[in-house]
């Protein structure tokens, strides 16, 4: 009975957001009325998906839905899905300060579709879906760009969004014909490809890596993966309006890499050594390129992007010590770095969301996005700096007991085991993965260095009396609190939610590992 009104309500969920957004263009020249019936239907839609959480994570009823058709329940997929629409419910009552002018336009029902596209692709296991539901969100996310204040910069960021989405579109599908050639079946059963193939059907080695490669290359980009994530995703974050921003890092490249995810762990089986190294190397690339972006932008909404393209390092870094199990590496690693790559999605999801609503403040009440003409900020908007230096120090992560601390500890603490132990690799690797350890390390000094820097400017007092000042509404305010409360709680030594979520999901992977496949 759990597992079916678990499948009614995870199916409920994308025909909810599709039906709300409807109604709220119907109703959008009605004043305040699209607002009320997004934010009722976001409402709704994180009920819904709530039931799937507490029947995969208290009830434990994971199994019994595992695969239907098309569908799957499973524990990544509804603890990404609980972090798209929770942070979709904030962003729309954020949006109600934020985009006053445009609150009786299209803005809420693509809102909608957005959310709903995203956690469609959380709960199919079909590679041809996932990849469909990734192509709809990007539509729809890529309208919101054009909502941007600067209409030529945010224009120009969404072409080239679309044109890389194009782009990763063709590097699946060429995953796929790569997939049903090796198992010898007609190209007439791409469409039936899914997670379970993967998984049931062995793969030659070098057919794997090819494939696995394609997938990297497209469902990675999506994930901000080298090389093609740097090129859209610095312009598509910054341009897009502080809301869409907030969606767009906070779960939107989290939707990209759980379908990497759900691609790649099946196929490592067949070409583990290759597919580690190679994502290792792209990884590393992401990270380096991301942490120079930080260092040498000026723009706030740009330094958060490219934060974002470090932050994501972490959580592919955790998720491959389980593809490089089948090489020998012990389950304790694995399970490690597995709970601290979703420790990190979770706590990403939360961090920088806040940091990008900070953000807006700057703008919808200042006018300024260059840091350097901050000073006086804290004066004007004392709340939104203080909560900047708050995200800022957690997202840092060098400070015990801060939320980003949990999760890079347990990354960087497997690093140091790969490291250490030489049973658990190939003797020529160690050296990377040790020096994988460091780099991390100095990501993690860059991110906290450059972000409070940021914040140390708005502390400045102005040499200038600086312009009009308008305040923050209470609905913009609010989210912004809710997001701090969360990210002190996600810091929080002890046993909570989050920690018990990311061990089932590692636990889960683990699993599968040990059974040999699903």
């Known amino acids: 009975m759990t597992a079916m009104l678990t499948v009614l309500s995870t199916t409920g969920i994308v025909a909810l957001s599709t039906f709300g957004a409807a109604v709220s263009y119907l109703l959008h020249r009605v004043k305040k009325a699209s607002v009320v019936v997004a934010v009722a239907v976001l409402a709704a839609m994180l009920a819904l998906n709530t039931l799937a959480f507490y029947a995969t994570f208290v009830r434990h009823d994971t199994l019994s839905v595992n695969t239907t058709g098309s569908l799957i329940v499973d524990p990544p997929g509804v603890l990404v ?3 798209i629409v929770g942070l979709a419910f904030l962003v729309a009552v954020y949006s109600a300060g934020y985009m006053e002018e445009d609150l009786h336009g299209a803005y809420y029902p693509l809102l909608l579709l957005f959310t709903g596209s995203m956690v469609g692709m959380c709960y199919t296991q079909n590679i041809l879906l996932m990849l469909l539901f990734l192509e709809i969100s990007s539509f729809f996310s890529a309208v919101l760009v054009l909502y941007g204040e600067r209409g030529k910069e945010a224009l120009r960021a969404a072409v080239i969004y679309l044109a890389v989405s194009i782009l990763e579109s063709i590097f699946v599908i060429a995953g796929l014909f790569v997939v049903v050639s090796s198992l010898g079946m007609s190209l007439a059963h791409i469409a039936s490809v899914n997670v379970h193939t993967l998984y049931s059907i062995k793969i030659s080695g070098n057919a794997a890596f090819l494939a696995g490669l394609l997938f990297m290359l497209g469902f990675g980009t999506k994930a901000s993966l080298f090389p093609f ?13 502080a809301p869409v921003s907030c969606l767009l890092s906070g779960v939107m490249i989290k939707t990209g890499f759980l379908a990497m995810l759900r691609c790649l762990h099946p196929l490592s089986f067949s070409c583990s050594y290759s597919m580690v190294q190679t994502l290792m190397l792209l990884t590393l690339l992401s990270t380096v390129t991301g942490c120079i972006g930080m260092m040498v932008e000026k723009d706030v909404k740009r330094i958060l992007a490219f934060s974002s393209i470090v932050q994501m390092g972490y959580v592919v870094l955790g998720v491959i010590y389980v593809l490089a199990m089948p090489l020998g590496l012990s389950s304790e690693y694995a399970v ?6 979703f420790y990190h999605i979770v706590n990403h999801s939360i961090l920088k ?15 300024v996005r260059d840091y350097r003409k901050l000073a006086g900020a804290a004066r004007r908007a004392p709340l939104p700096v203080a909560l900047w230096f708050l995200a800022a120090i957690s997202l840092g992560g060098l400070f015990w007991p801060t939320a980003a601390f949990m999760s890079k500890h347990l990354v960087l603490e497997c690093c140091k085991s790969f490291f250490l ?3 658990t690799l190939k003797v020529e690797v160690l050296g990377v993965y040790g020096l994988y350890g460091l780099i991390y390390f100095i990501a993690a000094l860059v991110t906290f260095i450059t972000l409070m820097n940021v914040g140390i400017h708005a502390l400045w007092r102005p040499s200038q009396p600086s312009c009009e000042f308008r305040r923050p509404s209470t609905a913009m305010l609010i989210p912004m609190v809710v997001l701090a409360v969360l990210c002190i709680l996600a810091g929080a030594p ?6 018990r979520a990311v061990s089932e999901v590692a636990e889960y992977y683990l699993s599968i590992m040990e059974g040999g496949g699903a």
């Open 353 to 367: 969301p806040l940091l990008f609503m900070v953000s807006g403040v700057f703008w919808r009440s200042l006018r």
């Open 336 to 341: 490690k770095g597995m709970e601290g790559c």
């Open 421 to 423: 132990d030489p049973l």
């Open 81 to 83: 899905a609980e972090l």
């Open 229 to 241: 994530g740097l090129i859209w995703l610095p312009p598509a974050h910054s341009e897009a309006p």
């Open 494 to 499: 002890g046993k909570s939610y989050i920690s």
